[in-house]
């Protein structure tokens, strides 16, 4: 298995991804922007994985290579691979096609439930209710076709799916406590006070149960994702 990782900023990695993929033998590439780096052919990996970043997809003046980062993904997609958005990377997909991102009425940042959505069986399943780590100011319309996976209590739409090899993540499942404290380091001045933003301590008091549970569930997510890959 060929993973195509692209990386926006150098403090959002894999996380708890990177291991999961080692185990498998899974050869990853990075497309790092912050770099500058290409992108490659489509016909040179079997999947993508589409980290976070604290730019907007908006940013196409400043940051001209979301544009052609879009355009990846679109093709990408249409070529039926599959594909994990995290966060940026979940509003980049939902941009690539044709749905509108933007501010959401509340900051989301800390340790907060997400509420899944009556589905049918066909799609990824997540628990009734679970904890995960968010870290975002921005939301997005559900692109056409995608079908709505979860919501919370300050954001309507957190996960999606579409055609069953596509899932869109608002939030973090991937994180390890090496990770918050990456996000924090670099961030620290969006922790604002807010309904759903929590204080530095808070964010970092949360036990490794709480880092194991949702590693288990992106481990979830990326089986399910590569259930058809041989």
């Known amino acids: 298995m060929k993973v195509q990782v692209l990386q926006h900023v150098h403090f959002e990695g894999l996380g708890c991804i990177e291991s999961w993929l080692q185990t498998r033998g899974a050869k990853i590439a990075y497309t790092r922007f912050f770099r500058g780096d290409k992108l490659p052919a489509l016909n040179s990996f079997d999947m993508i994985i589409a980290l976070g970043g604290p730019m907007s997809v908006n940013d196409e003046v400043g940051l001209p290579w979301l544009k052609q980062e ?5 093709d990408a997609i249409a070529r039926g691979v599959p594909v994990l958005g995290i966060c940026l990377g979940a509003q980049l997909i939902a941009s690539a096609l044709g749905a509108r991102v933007y501010r959401n009425p509340l900051k989301e940042i800390g340790w907060f439930p997400i509420q899944a959505m009556p589905t049918s069986e066909s799609v990824f399943l997540f628990p009734s209710e679970c904890l995960v780590f968010h870290w975002h ?19 309507e739409n957190q996960p999606f799916e579409i055609m069953s090899n596509v899932i869109g ?3 973090h499942l991937e994180t390890t406590p090496q990770s918050a404290i990456a996000i924090l380091d670099n961030c620290r001045e969006e922790l604002i006070p807010g309904p759903f933003v929590q204080s530095e301590a808070a964010l970092l008091a949360v036990s490794s149960n709480t880092y194991m549970t949702i590693n288990a569930s992106m481990s979830d997510v990326l089986s399910y994702l590569t259930r058809f890959m041989s």
């Open 169 to 171: 993540l608002q939030f």
């Open 70 to 74: 879009k355009q990846f993904l679109r």
């Open 137 to 155: 100011g921005e939301t997005f319309d559900l692109p056409k076709g995608a079908v709505r996976l979860a919501k919370s209590a300050g954001c």
